[in-house]
């Protein structure tokens, strides 16, 4: 298994500008999330999915936009990218089994908005 | 959601057993508690979970008193990879909307 992928690695952005973050799971993992994580602190939700055509929002939606139509595929849109959007952005996937439960988490997109 | 509590940063030596603790006084009946390793530049990598009394696994041992209202993540013979920032999160198995707070930055000195 791949895990969970996440791309592109690294963006610059200007100001005003849209785009969308990828994140892909091959575990067949119902729940998916993104989280925002500035330098220094911990992460915060962004939003997350329990399955195909559900999603809600976490602590810090503003800004962002999700969609879940498969359940490997969990991106992430930037409408009109703000320099407060500056961040590294990670992406995760849960499993609950043998009664333990697990998040995997991507590498991360590293994003600056100019 | 509890609310948890940890340290900002700790230090240590390699060879030595670290042991970081987490407060969170108001854990309820159907919570558990997890530990996650965050390496500069990474995501965060599950290391332990537990509900109550100790967990150990090849990583860590997780220490959680009878009340529940804290626990400990114990790490034997630290080295110098261990250096990292360590999440305790405390929610119901399965819950949604699990947040992360800031974590302990635990640096290992040699």
């Known amino acids: 298994n791949a895990g969970v992928t996440q791309t592109p690695k690294f963006q610059v952005l200007k100001t005003g500008q849209s785009m969308t973050l990828q994140c892909a799971q091959d575990m067949n993992h119902e729940y998916m999330s993104w989280y925002r994580q500035d330098p220094g602190m911990g992460l915060r939700l962004i939003h997350y999915?329990?399955?195909?055509?559900?999603?809600d929002q976490g602590e810090v939606p503003n800004g962002y936009n999700v969609s879940r139509s498969t359940t490997e595929d969990f991106p992430l849109r930037l409408l009109s990218a703000a320099p407060s959007q500056t961040s590294v952005y990670f992406c995760?996937?849960?499993?609950?089994?043998?009664?333990?439960?697990?998040?995997?988490f991507g590498p991360g997109t590293r994003l600056l908005v100019l | 959601l509890a609310k948890t509590t940890q340290p900002i940063s700790m230090d240590s030596y390699e060879g030595q057993e670290v042991n970081i603790t987490c407060s969170h006084n108001?854990?309820?009946?159907?919570?558990?508690i997890t530990w996650y390793q965050q390496f500069p530049s990474q995501g965060p990598r599950f290391i332990i979970q537990g509900y109550k009394t100790k967990v150990t696994n090849e990583v860590a041992s997780l220490f959680i008193p009878a009340d529940r209202k804290s626990s400990t993540l114990s790490l034997p013979r630290v080295s110098l990879s261990d250096t990292a920032v360590y999440y305790c999160?405390?929610?119901?198995?399965?819950?949604?909307?699990?947040?992360f707070g800031k974590g302990t930055h635990l640096i290992i000195q040699p």
């Open positions: 999160l405390v929610g119901v198995r399965g819950a949604d909307g699990l947040t």
């Open positions: 995760a996937s849960r499993s609950v089994r043998e009664g333990q439960e697990t998040q995997y």
């Open positions: 999915s329990v399955g195909a055509g559900i999603t």
């Open positions: 108001n854990i309820a009946t159907n919570d558990y």
